[in-house]
């Protein structure tokens, strides 16, 4: 039985999802500063319930990008450990 662990295709994965979810996150902040001159439209109570829908958005949009990036911390994570096991099975069979 083989196993090996390719640290430069898993780095590559890594830096994949980081420009990923930055592009996301550059996206996102390009439609919040247009929702904001939104509320400028308005007054009285629409003003109000617009800026309440806009706040409401903008948390999720703060839930989607910290679940975008959950994947790259946790494969960030995974590869050091893989690559600690591996080290050390490799010592284990020299």
């Not at 662990?5 to 919040?32: G, M, N, Q, T, Y």
């Not at 904001?36 to 617009?50: F, M, N, P, Q």
């Not at 800026?51 to 703060?62: F, G, P, V, Y």
Request: charged content about 25%.
């Amino acid at each position: 039985m083989t196993i090996s662990f390719d640290s430069d295709r898993h780095a590559l994965l890594v830096a994949e999802l980081r420009a990923s979810a930055l592009a996301i996150r550059v996206c996102l902040h390009e439609l919040e500063e247009a929702v904001k001159e939104g509320s400028e439209l308005w007054s009285g109570e629409a003003r109000h319930t617009y800026e309440t829908a806009q706040q409401e958005w903008t948390r999720s949009m703060k839930d989607m990008h910290s679940a975008l990036e959950q994947p790259s911390t946790t494969a960030e994570k995974s590869g050091t450990a893989l690559c600690g096991a591996n080290a050390i099975v490799a010592r284990m069979w020299a």
